[in-house]
């Protein structure tokens, strides 16, 4: 068992695990695809993603005949788990290993649970696609760097959850989109969204009009920059978004990525990171709401208005 003597929010430097993190990339690519299979289509692809669980990211239960399976990397165990409703269980080794590897045990573990399973066989969103049975340069992996990262995602699922609290309207889960591995948390105004333009490498403009097919305020949190970033951005974008004062100090509109920014590190470092976070979530959706002319009145309420009610 690891003991850590980080605080809360730990802190990780992409350029110290960024090998590690692109092999991490393609297998959650590998399950997020193998759930993509077997899951009905839900709006905007929410049947695809992963979860943060209390020992790593997790497929939730994935329908296969009359029953379910789901899959489950370990951070704490450092394997991936795949349990049948069966009763029956299989276990691949999160260690270095190529892609290639992974994909092959994978699919065979599969095989022996007896679930049948065809995927698009090479990853999404990334340049080069390499057919991960091909792909033998990915094959780094840290299990520190990978609990760290882990940890990161608790604290920032933690802070996400509370702030989609506040919204009820149509909102997403807090979940992890392995297209470009990110914990991310969607809000909509209930008008719909003009086509969305596309253009993601290695993927089809159809799987970003399916997802952008409604008006909407997205935040997240993705392992770029230097430590990591939370992010925020609008669909269509209102006139004046990108030039809207938001808080904290730290959070800027990156012009080239299309959205605010807000490091990571400048949260892990402040006196009160969840307020902190808060503020940058609270703040960007206000820009969208607001600019967009969202019905805020309708869309939300007090998450606490039942306390009393609950003890």
Not at 1 to 25: E, F, I, K, N, S
Not at 34 to 60: C, D, E, F, K
């Amino acid at each position: 068992m690891r003991v850590h003597r980080q605080g809360a929010w730990p802190r990780l430097r992409v350029a110290d695990w960024t090998r590690t993190r692109d092999t991490l990339h393609m297998w959650t690519q590998i399950v997020g695809k193998i759930r993509m299979a077997h899951a009905p289509l839900v709006n905007h692809w929410w049947q695809v993603t992963l979860y943060v669980s209390p020992r790593g990211l997790i497929t939730s239960a994935v329908p296969y005949a009359a029953g379910a399976f789901d899959m489950e990397f370990d951070f704490v165990a450092d394997v991936l788990r795949i349990r049948s409703s069966s009763g029956e269980e299989r276990r691949v080794a999160l260690e270095p290993k190529p892609v290639a590897d992974f994909y092959a045990e994978t699919m065979d573990h599969l095989v022996g649970l007896g679930i049948e399973t065809e995927i698009q066989a090479r990853p999404n969103e990334v340049e080069p696609s390499i057919p991960f049975a091909d792909d033998h340069q990915h094959a780094s992996y840290d299990a520190e760097a990978a609990h760290l990262f882990w940890r990161q995602l608790l604290q920032a699922n933690r802070v996400m959850g509370e702030f989609r609290s506040r919204f009820v309207g149509k909102v997403s889960p807090v979940h992890f989109f392995w297209g470009a591995m990110d914990l991310a948390c969607t809000r909509f105004s209930g008008r719909a969204a003009p086509p969305h333009p596309g253009g993601a490498p290695n993927c089809g403009d159809w799987v970003m009009v399916e997802g952008y097919s409604r008006e909407l305020s997205s935040c997240g949190f993705w392992p770029g920059l230097d430590e990591g970033a939370f992010y925020a951005y609008a669909y269509p974008e209102p006139p004046g978004f990108a030039d809207r004062p938001v808080m904290p100090d730290a959070a800027f509109y990156s012009r080239e990525n299309g959205q605010f920014l807000l490091p990571y590190e400048a949260v892990a470092a402040a006196d009160d990171p969840d307020r902190t976070l808060l503020a940058f979530l609270q703040s960007t959706y206000e820009a969208a709401a607001d600019l967009g002319d969202w019905d805020r009145g309708a869309l939300e309420d007090d998450p606490n208005r039942w306390a009393p009610y609950r003890v």
